[in-house]
């Protein structure tokens, strides 16, 4: 026998414009009931009750009365200044409610592309690709802090930089300067670094810039043999462990697999991204490491609550003509 809904009146009669107020409700409470908030001001009042004033600077600004969709509204105590909790972070002017928002981080946490982004929260292609810019903004300069330890492998993969192959110009053979190269980094703690370091086949300068600052002195590094490694090991005093570059060799394949594992999933990542422009190629890779990060440690801190609290206390400003 079929069992009858007895909330399906609840639906039914309702205008359109009372069902989409219906619909936020029931989105309100399942946030509430997963994350512990169900709207933006009341993630603010939780990761953000002490918002320092945008202008100036100072902390201590009183409250100052409330938005029409529910955000605190603060006044700066030096300067007068008058803002809205999320005001200086990338959820500043956001009209949509923060259910919209988790539709979106959902199937970004797994690199869908941005047509299905859309899809997923309603909202146009547009508006999604500025939301998108908009995470770009709250993790830039991310990977600045992160240092890998102990034993660290490092390696490169190289993606066509489509910038340069436009205008009928032949794609060239082999790490050619028309490829972008990236330095990817992971050590035994499963911490993922990836930076572009220039075009082609790197120099040693390039994977100083790149992986110098995020391989902890003491550290053993394992590597192909590539030369430009070197002057990680010289500079940072590592100890060394390389092998030859051969698929064909049980030995290289054991000792590598945790970076080439990481190399095939970051090209399968950006594969998904067809068309970028190159200038945004070090965002892409800092959110990868960001979401990398977050599903890793999804078990000591939900995923979804870890992105929004680093959306609410970030101080950073989307700009629109990213």
């Not at 990761?47 to 100072?58: K, Q």
């Not at 422009?277 to 000591?300: A, C, G, H, I, T």
Request: proline share 5%; with cysteine.
């Amino acid at each position: 026998m079929k069992h009858e809904n007895p909330h399906a009146g609840l639906v039914g009669s309702p205008t359109p414009a009372e069902f989409e107020d219906l619909s936020d409700a029931v989105e309100e409470r399942r946030l509430r009931e997963e994350l512990g908030f169900g709207t933006l001001a009341e993630a603010a009042e939780l990761y953000r009750p002490d918002p320092a004033c945008p202008e100036c600077g100072e902390g201590g600004a009183r409250r100052d009365g409330a938005s029409a969709s529910g955000l605190q509204r603060w006044r700066c105590r030096a300067c007068g200044t008058r803002f809205t909790s999320p005001t200086g972070t990338v959820l500043e002017n956001c009209k949509k409610p923060l259910a919209t928002w988790v539709s979106f981080i959902r199937p970004a946490l797994f690199a869908a592309p941005l047509d299905a982004c859309a899809e997923a929260c309603r909202i146009s292609h547009q508006t999604a690709r500025g939301w998108r810019h908009r995470l770009f903004a709250a993790v830039e300069g991310y990977q600045d802090r992160i240092v890998l330890r102990g034993r660290v492998w490092v390696d490169e993969i190289y993606v066509d930089d489509v910038g340069l192959s436009k205008g009928g110009r032949p794609r060239r053979r082999g790490l050619s300067r028309d490829k972008l190269c990236i330095a990817v980094g992971i050590d035994a703690r499963k911490e993922p670094v990836a930076v572009v370091c220039g075009h082609g086949k790197p120099s040693t300068a390039r994977i100083r810039a790149a992986l110098g600052g995020h391989v902890a002195e003491g550290a053993t590094l394992v590597h192909d043999r590539e030369r430009a490694h070197g002057v990680l090991v010289r500079e940072n005093s590592l100890e060394d462990e390389s092998y030859k570059a051969d698929v064909r060799d049980p030995a290289y394949l054991e000792a590598m697999e945790l970076v080439n594992n990481l190399c095939s999933w970051l090209k399968r990542y950006l594969w998904r991204f067809t068309g970028m422009d190159p200038e945004n190629m070090q965002s892409y890779l800092d959110l990868y490491v960001y979401f990398f990060r977050v599903k890793r440690d999804d078990e000591r801190w939900p995923k979804i609550a870890r992105v929004v609290r680093h959306l609410v206390m970030t101080e950073a400003r989307f700009r629109s003509s990213t």
